[in-house]
């Protein structure tokens, strides 16, 4: 059988709790060595998917596929290839210490990581011997990541891995998961942190309401329908007139919400001159100027119509 | 920080070293567990030491201690194998162990396995330590190995699939209120501490058929009795009782 090119395939994936849908025809093809993000706000049926695909839990329709595996029917198969970090907190013995439980996953693996070294890089060496339900919330992620990575397998799966992380242990945790790139691990992730999907996501896909409302690199969904605009944040309700008669004919402005401005039309360098000067003259600080780019909050916030709490 | 390679290389280990492994944890972790401690370990002596006083009632029985012994060791047992069983597999599901659990190479079959094992060896100790303090208030056993070890084991199983059945179906804080609380109704009114004729025949004939008295007759019939058979009926007993619950617990578990 040839190795199957794809590392997960989901296709029309449906699953309802009662009579509410929390997946909704979603779609998406995790390829071989990359990473996938998905990202939306809580709700969006991120954690159900990402269930499924790791066995948890039967779809109502569609098929998902992992290594070209069924998740449910193949999973003595799979569980060895498999990590996976479940959201919120380890979910293991609560009275045995970190090292302890690390341990133990690491004797189910034939070739494991070395659990006292793993422990290290998630920087949790100084809580190896303090009982599971005594760690910080932080400090139960980074274990529940090590759980995850100790059994040396080719995919994982990452629910909200930085959440609850303090700021540092979220920058180690980022360039942990570049190493896994690197060193050939399929990474798929959920978040609702657009940086962390920026910062580390070969493929993004938003999700909303269980729908995939877009997908594409962080640079593709910055970039599309993005040609022609200059961004930029000021005090809110500025006259658009004045600055529309300022600037060259054929470009248009509009305040897209209080406060964030969009020139759309040909950006030159005169048009960002022509700006700073108008700002000049109403006396208005320009901030964050940015040229054809979006972010993916912009990106998120017209596909939906709603701010992700970030 | 510098990385390892991380790159891919997974296999599961053997079962042999995954049950290893299982079992030290899963009786490393009763034995740090102080209320595990105590139901399992503690009370079953100090009821002991305190059902051989002649207090509560009286016994037709010239030795009072060659009841009693027999009776810790069913209670031991329940106190195992339904008690703590329920109450440690209760909170492992409220704390999504077994969830996570699932989520490695870790077969089902090898974590119950690991989970049976970790009660046999308590059982053990238990033996060991119930046995010894008899002795040491002179106890004269009359045992006859096989069919006590046969009865133990089969209570183990009996018990072990009620408690799964309990733990698997009703919440944690639930499942350690119902466990202890029939712990004790089984303790009293179900032939373990006071013989069964002590509340009259009616009585006797229904209660008799639960698997707490049906593992203590068999229990003082083959220890207590120098020529006491096999205990035909308590062995039948036990063996529905485990035909009954451990099916009913693979079917109803709910794994979170």
Known sequence: ?310 | MTAPSFAPAPAAAPRSRMLAAQVAMEFKLLLRNGEQVGLTLVIPLLLLFFFNLPLLYKLNTPRRIDFVVPSMIALAVMSAAFTGLAIGTGFERKYSVLKRLGATALPRSVLILGKTLSVLLLELVQLVLICGLGLALAWHPQVNPVPAVLLVVLGTVAFGGLGLLVAGTLRAEITLAAVNLIWLILLFAGGIAIPLDKYGRTANDILQYLPSAALSDGLHQVLQQSAGGWPIRDVVTLLVWAAVALPAAARWFRWE
């Not at chain 1, 990359?34 to 990402?50: C, F, I, M, Q, Y």
């Not at chain 1, 290594?67 to 290839?81: E, I, S, T």
């Not at chain 1, 690491?106 to 890089?121: C, E, H, M, V, W």
Request: hydrophobic share 45%.
């Open chain 1, 1 to 310: 059988m040839p190795a199957p090119l794809h590392a997960v395939e989901v296709v029309d994936l449906v699953k309802a709790y009662g009579p509410r849908r929390a997946v909704d025809g979603l779609s998406l093809i995790v390829p071989t060595g990359s990473v996938l993000a998905l990202l939306g706000p809580n709700g969006a049926g991120k954690t159900t998917t990402v269930e499924i695909c790791e066995g948890f839990r039967r779809p109502d329709s569609g098929t998902v596929r992992v290594f070209g595996l069924d998740p449910v029917a193949d999973a003595g198969a799979l569980r060895p290839r498999v990590g996976v970090m479940l959201q919120d907190g380890v979910g293991g013995y609560t009275g045995a210490s970190a090292l302890e439980m690390l341990r133990l996953f690491a004797s189910y693996a034939a070739n494991p990581q070395d659990p006292d070294t793993l422990l290290g890089i998630v920087g949790l060496t100084e809580g190896r011997d303090t009982a599971v339900k005594r760690l910080s919330g932080g400090q139960q992620q980074r274990l529940s990541l090590a759980l995850a990575l100790v059994a040396r397998p080719e995919l994982v799966f990452l629910d909200e891995p930085t959440a609850g992380m303090d700021p540092q242990s979220r920058r180690g945790t980022w360039d942990l998961i570049r190493s896994l790139r690197h060193d050939g691990v399929t990474v798929v992730l959920t978040t609702h942190f657009l940086d962390e999907a920026e910062q580390l996501a070969d493929t993004v896909v938003v999700i909303d309401a269980g729908r995939v409302v877009a997908h594409g690199s962080p640079a593709e969904l910055t970039r599309a329908g993005a040609e022609g605009q200059l961004r930029f944040r000021a005090v809110p309700a500025l006259g658009i007139e004045s600055l529309v008669a300022a600037l060259p004919a054929g470009s248009q402005a509009r305040e897209d919400e209080p406060g964030r401005y969009v020139i759309t039309g040909d950006v030159t360098p005169q048009l960002l001159a022509l700006l700073t000067a108008w700002c000049a003259s109403q006396h208005v600080m320009a901030e964050d100027i940015t040229v054809g780019r979006r972010t993916l909050e912009d990106v998120f916030l017209e596909l939906t119509g709603r701010e992700l709490r970030a």
